[in-house]
Structures are given as structure tokens and as C-alpha cells.
């Protein structure tokens, strides 16, 4: 297929012969690509779907399947939970202020504006939420509990400028099966519509007329390069581009540090490749979701974590993403968890953070972790004089997680190391990707609309955006709500001329 | 001119008219655009160069005008200065650490091959350094003297990896013309070559063949749309985006935080955006050079920077851009310089980093800054403790600049604010733009060429590539030196077919 790139385009006046034709063309059969082709063939658009592996779910399939929604009185399972008081203001603001300047204001108010017909949707495509609420910290319920927090919304900067509100909406199955549970019950009502799906497709090249529009793509299909026409429009679903380290390195190169690529074989930045190809721009492409999953067990938040110079440098009690932001661009990437007997736990064996030493005195802590004498002695002390009166004032821990550490000590060794080193994993996915209008259509630098082209999902820049502000579950509210506005645009489009 | 636009390429087919005809047409005429021009037309080419302002010159006329050369046994300025020992394994070694994981080895391998003999044609050209050295850390001597550090050489975690050899060549000229004079010296030469140079004269979009590959440009010269035929290739050099605040919020948010661009009008990212009309990747979009340039005086590097946390966050002794980069990510931008009388001394006024009050102990200096009771006791005391001593175990500033703070203290305030809201400035400049090869072709996403087309200076992404690890010098480095490489490899191509 040597002929084809992902970065050049082919003209529709050198296709030979269309071997497949459709209104809309959906490449990617994850949580985007299945909301896609869903609200298109809904809307009456003969859609054709090529999925490069053997069966449909992406990277929402293998992840656990929370979904961020809310505002506007809640979604019944808020409602349910005393969330009711949700507003799409509080909303706004609380995702606003998760990505910060990178933020995409107008991907964030169409979200907002829509998010409970979102729930709706999901539901009414079978993914149902059981109106119960998990309480404790963790970066997911292995209940069937349908609510819960999924950030840092309870904590500082971000509970100084957003009243907590619990957004994160787990499907109703036990385990970390919520992903495939979303997946499983959207492809079953993709499969009662027209819409045909072809698997083991490769897409290779993008197709322009003249005018340089979309007027379709090349796909290996079968082994074979076929041409397939789309009259309405592509909708590129294929991923991020973690799996790609080339593009990881020259894109996102502070992700090439984090160890642990969250993603399936396909997130290889073809999707995006194919976007630019045709004069997509392509932004927010440094940034990616890097985590320290410490917890649970929530106890361990009430120790405290440290970095070389035994200087803490984080409210302990952040999401564990904004964590793990925080602590792979500390100096050599040491970070230490200490806590006590009595906040002692092991954090899940699977992640690599070792249990160093314990040690009666601080004095002898500071040699456990190699830190400068009287460091911990200073970082302790003071985080001690201030617990006991349940504050924080130094890095704004929240009252629940505070309280003095008292010896014996136990330290545990989170550093980020270099490969083969050991150390611990730090988890990781891009957020970067195709420049997309709320109505799924991809843009050129200047933000003016490529026809027939459309995208969602981590093929683009999407409603997360960076690591450091990530919730658990914008990336499948923005893969599948997206989705839908791309799916739906696309088959409402005029048709892209020959 | 609506109908034009850098993001959407003119095809040659549709040229009804060439206005004017060059083998090779640079577009910018600052240090990397003179010094593209002037090797072609030395090697013979028929050059036509386009500068959007009246004048030549650039931003780096604006500049200092440091050079980063060395390596190899040193420059004759380094060899009277006492670096002859410098070698390319040295400055190899030096500029990949200041990269990381950013750092393009094969272009810092090109250039560290090949810098001694770019400090010949530089002087060859009239650019003269003087061969005595400046001893002070500042950013730049105001002195005509020719050699001088230029980055974290001397500070920690630099002088762990590397030796420290002092590499930053200043012209023989005094105060903060350095730029200028680089740009005067080397425009000279090209006037003596049959180069054609129009001024005021905008590149408005590519003009491509059939195949894709750049046959020449649309600019508008004489307020005219005018086609001009480029019959070897388009040389790029029009400079970085820091001027285009909706470019930078979308490719380089963070560097929105930072209020001081350094630049020249022209540094809309227009270059880049042509570059990408026609395939070209961009690369290291995200990255920039932000600083806080404390010093001079120098006394102050004796004192101790501290964040909201009242915590060193930095060796103070580092070079000013790396802790201008570090700076602005601390917490809600607060960041504090804390002396005492005998290290005390006023920044420079311009820089809006204003004096907040003296204080006769730790817990009123505590007061003055904001910071939770008993943070600057530990901090401060555990700074003099090892001061005492000689040492800073705790962030390696080196022995020179470490003495012990005694009362009475003097706390300066040079918090990066929100616009409007006062602070420091933080001048700024991005460090994004095309990819290319050492030979100046730019490339597409899968490193393949793009026929016709080349780059250099911040139009592309050079051999500078993280604010944290930026040494002056290398900006102009780049620019001059992969300049000549496009310049030479445009002259040498062969023809582009129409």
C-alpha cells in the first residue's frame, strides 16, 4: 500500500473506480465513530463505517466508562443523588476552569447547553445509570453506582471558584467494564439501522476534488486499496496518537517521559494525519492525560507526597491526573509518598510504587528517601502545626484528608524513571488533535471549514484538554456528544461535488 | 486581497500571469532570510528576497545579538578567552541538554559539525567579535566584549551533565545593538550580490503544481496581488507568532500568560501558515521563551526566589529563562525575591518588579509576602544553614552566589498578574514552526520533502526548543546558520515543473 499516505492526499480525478459509495463515510468504530454513524443513519444518510480492527469499541471500550454530564437541574441520576441543584453555569465554569487557557469556549457551551439530552440519548440507546452514589475517592466505583466526583472538584484551585457537583456518570455494571458496556449497547442499536460496517479496514489516503473538499477516502480493505465515495462527508473517529511513539516524540514530547500509553493499537494518529492532510489544523497536540493513580486506598491521601528537595508540591487530594501532571516535571522525577501507621495502605501492586523503608524518626526518613537533612523535618513540621487545627493554609488539602503524621514513618517511591529503570507507571493518552467546530466540522488554521470533512472523538481537540485539569469522563461525553453533532452535520451537508 | 489567504494554496494552473521570475525567492529578510539569500546568490542562484516591512533587519535587528559557536577547539574568541578546550562532543552535549526531550539530534549534530566555520562566514561577512571575555552573569554584556555565558552553563542540573565552557559571541559593538549590527554587516553583503530585494512586499499564499510541490508565491508588492515564479524554491523566513495573540492562544496557550512579545510585527506567523498550506508539519508549536530577568544586579541572584508556598522553587543562579519558565507555573503566578541589605539592589525598573517592604524578622517578611506563618522560617532557615556551609543541597545554586540571609529583608514582588491587574513583565517568543531537515527542505508529517519548499529561523522549529533550557545565542545561531543551509540547498535543487 506503499503507494498511499496518510499525509497526501489523492484526487478524485486519478480514482479509476468508486468501489464503495455512501452519503457519509465514518472512520472509527469507537465511542465516537458508533455516535457518528448512529445519528447519521438516524437521519436518513446511507452510511458505511470502516473499523481497522476485527470488532467495534476503541479506546472506549477498554476504559471504564464514566461520562461527564449535568447542568440545568441535574440529570435524574443527580437529581436522585442531591444534585438536582446543578446549573449549566456552575458546569461551564467547572470545565472552564479544568482546561484553562487551552479551553475551547464554544465546544464547552454547546456541551453544557446539551449535556442532559445527552444523558438522555445514552440512555434511550440503552446505556443506563443506576441512581446511586459512590462516595469514597477513586478514579472509579467497581460498583454499579451510577454517580460520583471524577476530578478535582472538591479540591483546591478549583473548589475556590466551582461548587463541587458530582458529573461523573458510571454506567450500571460492576468492575471496570463500563467502557464495553457503553460500546456493546450503542454498536447493538448502530446494528438495527442501515448502516453498513466494514471491519479490518485500514484508512490510507484522503480523496479531494478539485476545489480541495472531501470527496472521499481510501481504505485497504480486504488487503485491497478501494476507493470509497462519500457524498456528504468523511467523519474521521480514529483516536488519538498515543500508540505512535514517532508522533508522540515530535508532538507531545513531555509524554515520551510517561511509561504506560493508554489507548488501543489504532490510536497511531492516522485519523489526525488524514485531517491535515487535506489542510486540517491540528492544535493542543502537546498536551495528554498523564496520571499517578496513588489511590485508593483513599488513606494514603491523608499522607503526604514529596519530591527531591522534601518540598511537598500538591494538594494530596487533587485528581489523581493533576497529580501525576504535577509530578513527572519534578526535578529528576523523584515524588515520594510518606505516611504513618495509621494512613498506611498499599496502592495496587499493578503500578509500580514500592514501599521504601519505614522509619521511627523524620531525621531517618529524609535518609530513606535522600532528601537533605532537615527538609522533612521542615515540610512535616509545618503540614503537623497546621493539621492539628484542620487547615492547610501551604498547599489547601481539604479538612477531610488532614491529619498529623505521627512516627513510625513509611515511605513509599513513586518516582517517574527512565525506561528500564523501574519506577513507577504513570498512565498516559494524547489530547491533542483536529481544530473541529460544535458541529463537528474540521477547520483549516484560519477556521475556515473544510467540505465534507468532519471529526470527533480524540481524532480531535475535544472538550479535555489538559492533564493537570482532566475529569474522568470528558473524554467519552466529548467522543460520544461530539460524535453525535459530526454524525449529524454530515448527513445534513449538500453533497461534495466530483 | 480576501482572495488570498496563507492557508490555502493557488495552483499554477490558474496563474494567468508571472509578475516575476527567480530561481530563488526568500520570503523575510531578518537574520535567517539574509543569510539564506546571500548564500544563494553566492552559489550563483538568481535570488529575489520579499521583506513585509521597509527595511531589512527582522527581530533579529531587535535582538542583543549573541551568537551560540564553539565546539571542536574553540572559535579565536574562545581560544583567547581560555576555552580552547571546547569540543563538538562538549557542545553536542550541552545544547541536548538544554533541548531534552524537544531536541532535534540531527540538526544539533549538523550544527555543532559545522559552527566554527559559521563563526568564519560570519566575520567574513563583517561581523566581528571581539576576543575578550565578559565576566558578569547578565543577559548581555553592554560592554563591546566578544565571549560570555549565555545560558545555565555554571548551574545546576547543567553543570552535572556538562562542562562548563562559555560559547555566547557577542559583536564588537556597545550596548544592545549586537542585533543590529549582525543585520547591517550581513545586508551589506548581500547588496553586493545580484539579489533582488522588495520591501514592503507581503507573501499572501503558495503557489503549487500539479504534483503539490512549490513553484512560487503570491505577495503583494505596490498594494498588487503579483505571482512570482519560483523556479528552484520558496525559502520561508518570515519569522515566529508571538505578534498574533489568536495563533499563540490556540498553539502556545500558556505563553498567553506572558505579557511582554518580543518581536516584530511581521511575526504574525504568516511563514508558518504557508508552510502548512502546502503540507508542511508543525512541530514544537506549544513551546516558547518566557523570562524574568531579575537580574542585573547581580547581588540579587545571592537572595532566594520563593512561590505562594513561601518555598524555593528554582537555583536562583540559573539563566533568567529558566526561571521566567518556572515562574509562571507556580501557583496563581505568585513568585517573591527575597534579599537582605548587603545582597539587596533594585531590578531593572522597566521590568516592573517592584519593591514590597523591608522587614526586620521572618514572620513580619512572612506578612509582607503573603505566605502561610513558619514557611519562610523553614525556607530561610534551612537555606542558611547550608549557605553557611558553602552548600545548597537543596537546589545546587552554586557556592558563588550562596550566603547566608540575615535581617533586615527586603521582599520584591514579581508575580506574573492577570492583564491589567500590574505584575512583572514576562517578555516572551515562541519556539514553534516548521519542521525541517538540516538542509532547510521542510517536511510533511512523515518526514518526507516537500519539493520546492524551505526554512529557517523561527519560522521553523530550530535548534532552541524549550524555554527552560534556552541559552541566548541560539536563536541567531539558528537562523544565520540554517539560513545558509536552505539558502544553499534551494540554489542547488533543480527545477520545479510548472
Known amino acids: 500500500?506503499?503507494?498511499?499516505?496518510?499525509?497526501?492526499?489523492?484526487?478524485?480525478?486519478?480514482?479509476?473506480?468508486?468501489?464503495?459509495?455512501?452519503?457519509?463515510?465514518?472512520?472509527?468504530?469507537?465511542?465516537?465513530?458508533?455516535?457518528?454513524?448512529?445519528?447519521?443513519?438516524?437521519?436518513?444518510?446511507?452510511?458505511?463505517?470502516?473499523?481497522?480492527?476485527?470488532?467495534?469499541?476503541?479506546?472506549?471500550?477498554?476504559?471504564?466508562?464514566?461520562?461527564?454530564?449535568?447542568?440545568d437541574g441535574g440529570t435524574p441520576v443527580q437529581?436522585?443523588?442531591?444534585?438536582?441543584?446543578?446549573?449549566?453555569?456552575?458546569?461551564?465554569?467547572?470545565?472552564?476552569?479544568?482546561?484553562?487557557?487551552?479551553?475551547?469556549?464554544?465546544?464547552?457551551?454547546?456541551?453544557?447547553?446539551?449535556?442532559?439530552?445527552?444523558?438522555?440519548?445514552?440512555?434511550?440507546?440503552?446505556?443506563?445509570f443506576k441512581p446511586t452514589f459512590f462516595e469514597t475517592k477513586a478514579p472509579q466505583p467497581l460498583t454499579d453506582d451510577g454517580l460520583m466526583f471524577t476530578g478535582n472538584e472538591m479540591a483546591y484551585p478549583f473548589n475556590e471558584k466551582c461548587k463541587p457537583i458530582a458529573r461523573g456518570h458510571s454506567p450500571k455494571v460492576e468492575g471496570e467494564a463500563g467502557g464495553a458496556f457503553i460500546m456493546e449497547k450503542l454498536i447493538a442499536s448502530l446494528?438495527?439501522?442501515?448502516?453498513?460496517?466494514?471491519?479490518?479496514?485500514?484508512?490510507?489516503?484522503?480523496?479531494?476534488?478539485d476545489e480541495g473538499e472531501v470527496a472521499g477516502v481510501v481504505a485497504r480493505i480486504d488487503g485491497n486499496a478501494q476507493n470509497i465515495r462519500a457524498r456528504k462527508g468523511v467523519v474521521l473517529c480514529a483516536g488519538g496518537f498515543i500508540m505512535n511513539p514517532a508522533m508522540v516524540k515530535k508532538h507531545a514530547p513531555k509524554l515520551s517521559k510517561a511509561n504506560l500509553p493508554l489507548g488501543n493499537p489504532g490510536d497511531d494518529g492516522t485519523g489526525i494525519m488524514l485531517g491535515v492532510s487535506v489542510g486540517g489544523a491540528a492544535i493542543n497536540m502537546h498536551e495528554g492525560f498523564v496520571t499517578l493513580p496513588y489511590y485508593p486506598p483513599e488513606t494514603l491521601i491523608k499522607g503526604i507526597i514529596v519530591n527531591a528537595q522534601g518540598q511537598r508540591f500538591i494538594n494530596e487530594d487533587c485528581y489523581h491526573g493533576r497529580t501525576g501532571s504535577y509530578a513527572m516535571e519534578q526535578d529528576k522525577g523523584r515524588v515520594y509518598i510518606i505516611c504513618d501507621e495509621e494512613t498506611f495502605g498499599y496502592p495496587d501492586e499493578f503500578l509500580g510504587i514500592t514501599l521504601l523503608d519505614g522509619a521511627e524518626t523524620l531525621e531517618e526518613l529524609e535518609k530513606v528517601i535522600d532528601v537533605p537533612e532537615g527538609s522533612l523535618v521542615n515540610t512535616i513540621g509545618l503540614y503537623n502545626k497546621y493539621a492539628e487545627q484542620g487547615i492547610d493554609p501551604v498547599f489547601h488539602k481539604h479538612k477531610k484528608f488532614l491529619k498529623p503524621l505521627k512516627p513510625p514513618y513509611a515511605a513509599f517511591d513513586a518516582s517517574l524513571k527512565a525506561a528500564g529503570q523501574g519506577g513507577a507507571l504513570y498512565p498516559c493518552f494524547t489530547l491533542g488533535g483536529l481544530d473541529t467546530l460544535p458541529t463537528g466540522e474540521v477547520v483549516r488554521e484560519d477556521r475556515t471549514v473544510i467540505k465534507g470533512l468532519y471529526a470527533a472523538g480524540r481524532n480531535t481537540a475535544g472538550l479535555p484538554r489538559t492533564g493537570a485539569g482532566y475529569a474522568s469522563g470528558l473524554s467519552i461525553a466529548d467522543a460520544t456528544f461530539f460524535g453525535r453533532q459530526a454524525g449529524a452535520s454530515a448527513a445534513a451537508a449538500e453533497e461534495v461535488t466530483l
Chains 1, 2 share one sequence.
Open 1 to 71: 500500500m506503499s503507494e498511499f499516505s496518510p499525509v497526501k492526499a489523492l484526487k478524485s480525478s486519478q480514482v479509476q473506480q468508486w468501489h464503495h459509495e455512501a452519503d457519509v463515510v465514518v472512520v472509527g468504530l469507537g465511542g465516537a465513530g458508533v455516535s457518528a454513524a448512529l445519528t447519521a443513519a438516524n437521519a436518513g444518510a446511507d452510511v458505511l463505517v470502516l473499523e481497522i480492527a476485527a470488532a467495534g469499541g476503541g479506546t472506549t471500550a477498554l476504559s471504564g466508562g464514566l461520562v461527564y454530564m449535568g447542568g
Open 79 to 128: 437529581q436522585a443523588c442531591g444534585y438536582g441543584d446543578d446549573s449549566k453555569e456552575e458546569m461551564y465554569n467547572y470545565i472552564m476552569a479544568c482546561t484553562g487557557e487551552n479551553a475551547d469556549e464554544a465546544k464547552v457551551r454547546c456541551y453544557v447547553d446539551n449535556s442532559l439530552d445527552h444523558f438522555k440519548w445514552l440512555t434511550e440507546n440503552g446505556v443506563e
Open 191 to 209: 446494528e438495527k439501522t442501515s448502516a453498513r460496517i466494514h471491519y479490518s479496514a485500514r484508512a490510507l489516503s484522503m480523496i479531494t476534488n
